[in-house]
C-alpha cells in the first residue's frame, strides 16, 4: 500500500478490516470518502463514534441495545420464563417480524466452533445460566442448523439438562447451515411451532 500517501493508505487498512470489505472496496470507499464534503464526513464519524459509545449489551439478554435492558426484556406483556436462545442480534430480529413469538431471547453472540478456536467461554453462555437460576419453564435452543450452530445447541442441551428446565430445539426445516436472518417468517413460524424436546 507503500503508493498511497499515509493517511490514505491508513483509512484504506481501516475500512478492509470490515467484513465484507475487500482491498478494492475499501480503495473506492476511501477515495470517495476524501471527496466528500467535510461537514458529511464529520457527520457519518460522528455517527459511527455515537452508535459505538452508547450502545451496550442488555443485562438480561445480552442483545445490543442503548438503554441498560432491551425494550424486549423491559416488556411487562413477554413471557419472561420462555427464552429463546439465539446466536446473534439479527437473528433475534428475524424471530420478532414472525410476531408469534412471546417469550424473551437470549442472545449468545457467536456459536462454538473448535476450527476456529471459539469455545464456550466466548459466547455470552455463562450469563445464560445464570438467567436459569430464575424461575423458567422452557429454554428453546434457535442457533443456526450450520456445523457451529448445532455444536453449540448439543452442548447447551447437556448444560441444560441437569438444571431440568425443558430444553427444545427449533425444527429443522430451516436449511442446513441457512443463516436465520435470510429465512422467511413461514419458515420460522414453523420452525419454532415444530419444535422438539430435547
Ligand atoms: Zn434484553
Not at 500517501?5 to 483509512?11: K, N, P
Not at 481501516?14 to 473506492?28: T, Y
Not at 442488555?58 to 416488556?75: F, G, H, K, W
Request: charged content about 25%; some cysteine.
Amino acid at each position: 500500500m507503500e503508493y498511497f500517501s499515509r493517511e490514505i493508505g491508513r483509512l484504506i487498512g481501516e475500512l478492509s478490516s470490515l467484513p465484507g470489505i475487500g482491498s478494492k472496496s475499501a480503495q473506492r470507499l476511501a477515495f470517495h470518502i476524501m471527496n466528500m464534503p467535510k461537514d458529511d464526513v464529520k457527520r457519518l464519524s460522528d455517527a459511527l463514534v455515537t452508535a459505538r459509545e452508547n450502545v451496550c449489551y442488555c443485562r438480561e439478554c445480552q442483545t445490543l441495545t442503548d438503554d441498560e435492558v432491551c425494550p424486549i426484556c423491559a416488556n411487562p406483556k413477554r413471557n419472561h420464563r420462555m427464552i429463546m436462545v439465539v446466536e446473534d442480534s439479527r437473528d433475534m430480529a428475524a424471530y420478532e417480524k414472525t410476531r408469534e413469538y412471546e417469550g424473551v431471547y437470549h442472545v449468545l453472540h457467536g456459536a462454538i466452533s473448535p476450527m476456529q478456536g471459539i469455545g464456550p467461554e466466548d459466547i455470552k453462555l455463562a450469563e445464560l445460566m445464570q438467567r436459569l437460576q430464575h424461575e423458567v419453564d422452557e429454554v428453546i435452543i434457535a442457533t443456526n442448523s450450520s456445523l457451529e450452530g448445532e455444536t453449540t445447541a448439543m452442548y447447551l442441551s447437556k448444560l441444560i439438562k441437569p438444571t431440568g428446565i425443558k430444553t427444545t430445539r427449533i425444527a429443522s426445516g430451516v436449511p442446513v447451515g441457512g443463516d436465520l436472518e435470510y429465512i422467511d417468517e413461514v419458515t420460522l413460524t414453523r420452525a419454532l411451532e415444530g419444535r422438539t424436546e430435547l
